[in-house]
C-alpha cells in the first residue's frame, strides 16, 4: 500500500490506532493511512476502492486480505454540536494532520521502514502509562465531546493514568455529552465492558460524572455513583466471558429489574437482540430468586429437588443460553438477600449454593427445550381437552413443557393430554 503511494510521490504513512497498538506490543487490527494524496488520486491509484468519506478526504482501498481506509493530510475547523467539523481542507503536512487527533498515543505515525514520528511525545507517554490530549484538553473536547467517553475506554482498555490537565478538562466539558447520539455513547460503552478491564472502565466512568449528561437520561441508579458506591460484584466483572453475562452483571448488582433493564438497553439504541440476551439473563435470576422464595417459605428447610425444579423452570423459560450465563455470573452475586440489613434465609444460601454446584448438570439433564418437542402438539392437546384452540392453549402447554423438562412426568402422548386436561381445569376456574 504504501509503496504504491510512494512510488507515485505522495507521501504516505500508517497511522492511528495501528501504530499505536505495535508501539504497545499489541497486534494491530485495522489498518489507516493518511497521504498526501487526494481522495480522487488514491481511487485512481487502485482497482477497488469504496468512497466511504469523501467529504473528510477517506477512501476505503479494498486488497485480497484487508481493507485499508486511506485519509488525505487534513485540518479541521469549525466544529459542530462539538462532534464534527464543519470545513475540512486538505494540507500537504503531517504534523499538521496529527496535531488534529484526540490524544499523544493516537497522534503518531509510522513511516515504510518502520521509523515511528512522534511530534507530540505519544510514544513516551504511553511507555510512562499516561493518557494525554494533544494540546489543549478542554478544545479538544470541546470539538468532539465523544473523545471524553474514549479517553475513559482507552484508561481502562490500556492500563493508562489520565494526565491531571486532561482529566480535569473531560470533567469541565463533561456537559457537552448531551450533544453525542445515543448510539455513539452505546458503542464505546459496550467497547469498555466486552474490553481488558470492564471494572476500571466502569470506575473511571462513575468518577468522570459522564453518565448524567447523556442525550437520552438513564433512569438506573449507576447514573449517580462514583467509584466508591459500586458493589463489590462488579469488581470481578473482568472474569465474565461473555459482553452479555457482563452487562446481566452490571444491572442485577444495580437491583434493576427485567423491565428498567430492558427500557434502559433500549435507550442505549441495543439492537432487539442483544437487549434480548441480556434481560433473559436478568429474568432468569428473577424466576429463580422467586421459585426460591416459594419453595423456602419463611423457615422451610429448602431440598435439592425444589432448586432443581427452580433452575430447570427457569432455563427451559429463559433458554439455556440464559442460564448458562447466569450460572457464570451467579458466583459474583450474593446469595439472595432477603432483609435491609442484608441478612440471608440459610435456606436460600442453600438454594443458591445448590445451584453454583449442580446448575451446569441438571441444564444437561433437560429431556425437552421447547413446545415443539413435546409428544403432544397443540391441536392434540386442544383436541384432547374438547375445547377450540385459545389464549388457554398456549398456559397449559408452557406448565406441561415445564413438567416435562423438570421430570415431573414423562414425555408421553397419553400423560400429556390427562394433565392437559387437569391444567385447562385449572385455567377456567382463574378465567
Same mark, same amino acid.
Given at each position: 500500500?504504501?509503496?504504491?503511494?510512494?512510488?507515485?510521490?505522495?507521501?504516505?504513512?500508517?497511522?492511528?490506532?495501528?501504530? /499505536?497498538? /505495535?508501539?504497545?506490543?499489541?497486534?494491530?487490527?485495522?489498518?489507516?493511512?493518511?497521504?498526501?494524496?487526494?481522495?480522487?488520486?488514491?481511487?485512481?491509484?487502485?482497482?477497488?476502492?469504496?468512497?466511504?468519506?469523501?467529504?473528510?478526504?477517506?477512501?476505503?482501498?479494498?486488497?485480497?486480505?484487508?481493507?485499508?481506509?486511506?485519509?488525505?493530510?487534513?485540518?479541521?475547523?469549525?466544529?459542530?454540536?462539538?462532534?464534527?467539523?464543519?470545513?475540512?481542507?486538505?494540507?500537504?503536512?503531517?504534523?499538521?494532520?496529527?496535531?488534529?487527533?484526540?490524544?499523544?498515543?493516537?497522534?503518531?505515525?509510522?513511516? /515504510?521502514?518502520?521509523?515511528?514520528?512522534?511530534? =507530540?511525545?505519544?510514544?513516551?507517554?504511553?511507555?510512562?502509562?499516561?493518557?494525554?490530549?494533544?494540546?489543549?484538553?478542554?478544545?479538544?473536547?470541546?470539538?468532539?465531546?465523544?473523545?471524553?467517553?474514549?479517553?475513559?475506554?482507552?484508561?481502562?482498555?490500556?492500563?493508562? $493514568?489520565?494526565?491531571?490537565?486532561?482529566?480535569?478538562?473531560?470533567?469541565?466539558?463533561?456537559?457537552?455529552?448531551?450533544?453525542?447520539?445515543?448510539?455513539?455513547?452505546?458503542?464505546?460503552?459496550?467497547?469498555?465492558?466486552?474490553?481488558?478491564?470492564? =471494572?476500571?472502565?466502569?470506575?473511571?466512568?462513575?468518577?468522570?460524572?459522564?453518565?448524567?449528561?447523556?442525550?437520552?437520561?438513564?433512569?438506573?441508579?449507576?447514573?449517580?455513583?462514583?467509584?466508591?458506591?459500586?458493589?463489590?460484584?462488579?469488581?470481578?466483572?473482568?472474569?465474565?466471558?461473555?459482553?452479555?453475562?457482563?452487562?446481566?452483571?452490571?444491572?442485577?448488582?444495580?437491583?434493576?429489574?427485567?423491565?428498567?433493564?430492558?427500557?434502559?438497553?433500549?435507550?442505549? $439504541?441495543?439492537?432487539?437482540?442483544?437487549?434480548?440476551?441480556?434481560?433473559?439473563?436478568?429474568?432468569?435470576?428473577?424466576?429463580?430468586?422467586?421459585?426460591?422464595?416459594?419453595?423456602?417459605?419463611?423457615?422451610?428447610?429448602?431440598?435439592?429437588?425444589?432448586?432443581?425444579?427452580?433452575?430447570?423452570?427457569?432455563?427451559?423459560?429463559?433458554?439455556?443460553?440464559?442460564?448458562?450465563?447466569?450460572?457464570?455470573?451467579?458466583?459474583?452475586?450474593?446469595?439472595?438477600?432477603? $432483609?435491609?440489613?442484608?441478612?440471608?434465609?440459610?435456606?436460600?444460601?442453600?438454594?443458591?449454593?445448590?445451584?453454583?454446584?449442580?446448575?451446569?448438570?441438571?441444564?444437561?439433564?433437560?429431556?425437552?427445550?421447547?413446545?415443539?418437542?413435546?409428544?403432544?402438539? @397443540?391441536?392434540?392437546?386442544?383436541?384432547?381437552?374438547?375445547?377450540?384452540?385459545?389464549?388457554?392453549?398456549?398456559?397449559?402447554?408452557?406448565?406441561?413443557?415445564?413438567?416435562?423438562?423438570? @421430570?415431573?412426568?414423562?414425555?408421553?402422548?397419553? /400423560?400429556?393430554?390427562?394433565?392437559?386436561?387437569?391444567?385447562?381445569?385449572?385455567?377456567?376456574?382463574?378465567?
Amino acid at each position: 500500500m504504501l509503496d504504491i503511494l510512494l512510488s507515485h510521490g505522495y507521501q504516505a504513512y500508517f497511522v492511528g490506532g495501528y501504530v /499505536r497498538d /505495535r508501539a504497545a506490543g499489541r497486534e494491530g487490527k485495522d489498518i489507516d493511512i493518511a497521504t498526501s494524496a487526494k481522495p480522487e488520486e488514491v481511487s485512481r491509484l487502485f482497482p477497488r476502492t469504496v468512497p466511504t468519506g469523501l467529504k473528510h478526504g477517506t477512501v476505503t482501498v479494498v486488497c485480497p486480505n484487508y481493507t485499508f481506509e486511506v485519509t488525505t493530510f487534513r485540518k479541521e475547523e469549525r466544529y459542530e454540536q462539538y462532534r464534527r467539523p464543519k470545513e475540512v481542507r486538505f494540507i500537504g503536512d503531517l504534523r499538521t494532520d496529527l496535531e488534529r487527533r484526540d490524544f499523544t498515543m493516537n497522534a503518531m505515525a509510522m513511516d /515504510r521502514q518502520g521509523n515511528i514520528i512522534d511530534p =507530540f511525545g505519544g510514544l513516551s507517554d504511553l511507555r510512562q502509562g499516561i493518557l494525554r490530549c494533544v494540546g489543549d484538553p478542554e478544545e479538544r473536547f470541546a470539538e468532539d465531546a465523544l473523545r471524553m467517553l474514549r479517553c475513559v475506554r482507552f484508561a481502562a482498555e490500556y492500563g493508562l $493514568t489520565v494526565e491531571e490537565k486532561t482529566w480535569k478538562a473531560l470533567k469541565k466539558q463533561r456537559e457537552k455529552l448531551r450533544f453525542i447520539a445515543m448510539e455513539r455513547v452505546r458503542s464505546e460503552w459496550e467497547r469498555m465492558m466486552s474490553g481488558s478491564d470492564p =471494572f476500571r472502565a466502569l470506575s473511571l466512568l462513575f468518577d468522570s460524572g459522564l453518565l448524567p449528561h447523556l442525550k437520552t437520561p438513564l433512569a438506573i441508579p449507576a447514573v449517580n455513583w462514583s467509584a466508591a458506591d459500586m458493589p463489590p460484584a462488579l469488581r470481578r466483572i473482568g472474569e465474565l466471558e461473555e459482553p452479555e453475562a457482563r452487562w446481566a452483571l452490571f444491572m442485577l448488582a444495580q437491583g434493576v429489574d427485567a423491565n428498567l433493564a430492558r427500557q434502559t438497553l433500549s435507550k442505549l $439504541t441495543f439492537s432487539r437482540e442483544a437487549v434480548s440476551h441480556i434481560v433473559a439473563v436478568i429474568r432468569c435470576d428473577e424466576m429463580i430468586r422467586n421459585s426460591l422464595e416459594k419453595a423456602a417459605g419463611q423457615n422451610a428447610n429448602l431440598t435439592a429437588r425444589e432448586a432443581e425444579k427452580a433452575f430447570k423452570r427457569a432455563a427451559v423459560r429463559c433458554g439455556v443460553l440464559a442460564a448458562r450465563r447466569w450460572l457464570s455470573a451467579a458466583p459474583l452475586l450474593p446469595p439472595l438477600f432477603d $432483609t435491609a440489613e442484608g441478612r440471608t434465609r440459610p435456606a436460600k444460601r442453600k438454594g443458591h449454593e445448590l445451584l453454583l454446584k449442580h446448575g451446569a448438570a441438571w441444564i444437561g439433564e433437560i429431556p425437552v427445550l421447547r413446545v415443539e418437542q413435546l409428544a403432544a402438539n @397443540g391441536h392434540e392437546i386442544a383436541r384432547a381437552v374438547g375445547q377450540a384452540p385459545g389464549p388457554w392453549l398456549g398456559w397449559v402447554l408452557d406448565r406441561l413443557l415445564v413438567d416435562v423438562a423438570c @421430570g415431573d412426568m414423562p414425555n408421553d402422548k397419553t /400423560r400429556l393430554e390427562e394433565r392437559a386436561r387437569q391444567y385447562y381445569r385449572e385455567w377456567s376456574m382463574h378465567e
